[in-house]
């Protein structure tokens, strides 16, 4: 009687440990194939060929008996990667039948669904997502702790247009256990309105965080103007909790100027002046801190030009409003970014030396100089900075003067084709060139 026992068992042996290998083989082949095509060494044809052979290898796996949950969760992979939905669908509830209530072939299953309905539409889309949705709502019931199917319940019911049970299925989701759901993603399944109230609701519960607190700014920036307090309080606080948080004034100063730009369509002008000064103070603070490198690559790409003329704007602004200090550190940057454009230096020292900063001042008029070295007025704005503001090197403050005055001449002799604005600004450095080098010799160090 045991002999014929022995038989069944042994070949039982012999099958489960050709499907664990073939497993192993299998999920190995399949991960190397994902990271290959994530690191872009797979293309066209390589990519199914690469899946379908790790399908092939965790087939026979599951052919071969006694086959672990992972080796059906991993054909229906492969195979809905080989875009073989159909039986990616099998392969996952062959496995649930084998092994019920687990977990990791419920969500793959799920998953199946989903992408089977991507294929379909009207009624058959809905069906097949209602298919998840039932697939999701008892993995949910069944795994009381684990909070993965509760997010993808909440994704699928976003698909079935039901947002009211979406939300109840992410706050299941942060009861159970909220280190698993990305917070960043929130507002673009939920909204921004809704996905700032989640997070609200969670922060109440669990207490003040900066890092959920910049979810929760983030989600307001994402139903902007409407929630532009919220989201400039919200903003604001975080860098109290985490000053490391710089990235928060990038997010303020686009907001501000969003906002602005609304209050101008408007014809509010206040309200908008108001806005555009704020959006310069968090550029100032933003372009000065860690953030002003990784902007100086945007500047650098396609549509960098439109990055300058904005920012150039906003100092010019920032000054118009006696921000001199906020128009100098976005002019900081700008010469930074075009190191070779002269209106830029020669903004920066004007907002430099009107912060009393003379020596930077000094620089960068000789940085203006040397790119546009015949223009009357940086001559005599750097002579201006020697003269008045250092008190120092009296002879080139002389020369410069006489320069000035003598290149404006110049200029003036034949002013067919020029701007009036351009005209003017050049009669105002003949004018200034010539009372200040009086001024000068006279001993006078007092500008006005």
Known sequence: MSGILLAPIALFLLQSGDAAELTQKGLKQLQNTEVALAAGKLKGLEVTDSFFQAASTLRKACKAGGAEANAYEGLSRALMACNDIRN????????????????????????????????????????AREQARSVLEDAVAQHKKRSEPCIRLGETLIF?????????????????????????????????????????????????????????????????????????????????????????????????????QRYSAEEKTREATKEYRF??????????????????????????????????????????????KTA?????????????????????????RETNE????LAAYRNALKLQPDDPQVMNDLAVILHYYLQRDKEEAIDLYIQAAQRAEEILMDTEGMEADEISRIKTALRDATKNLKKLKAGSLRPN
């Open 160 to 260: 079935l247009g039901d947002k009211e049970a979406a939300i109840e299925s992410w706050q299941l989701a942060l009861k159970r256990d909220p280190s698993t759901v990305d917070f960043a993603s929130l507002p673009q399944w939920l909204g921004g309105v809704e996905a700032a109230s989640l997070i609200e609701a969670h922060m109440n519960t669990v207490g003040e965080d900066p890092l959920l607190s910049w979810h929760l700014g983030m989600a307001h920036y994402a139903a902007l103007p409407g929630s532009w307090k919220a989201c400039k309080k919200t903003f604001l606080r975080t860098m109290e909790l985490e000053p490391s948080y710089t990235s928060c004034w990038y997010y303020l100063a686009n907001a501000a100027f969003f906002v602005g």
């Open 279 to 324: 959006a310069a103070h968090a550029w100032s603070q933003y372009l000065t801190g860690p953030g002003g490198a990784s902007h100086l690559q945007a500047a650098a790409a396609e549509g960098g030009d439109a990055i300058i003329a904005d920012m150039k704007w906003l100092a010019g602004t920032a000054f118009a409003n006696r921000d001199a």
């Open 88 to 127: 990616s669908i099998k392969a996952a509830e062959d496995g649930l039948d084998l092994h019920p209530n687990e977990i990791t072939l419920q969500l793959q299953l799920a998953k199946a669904y989903m992408a089977s309905a991507q294929e379909l539409s009207g009624k058959k889309q809905t069906a």
């Open 328 to 352: 100098a550190g976005i002019s900081r940057w700008l010469v930074q970014a075009r190191p070779k454009d002269p209106e830029a230096w020669n903004n920066l020292a004007f907002f430099l």
């Open 358 to 361: 003379a020596e930077e001042s």
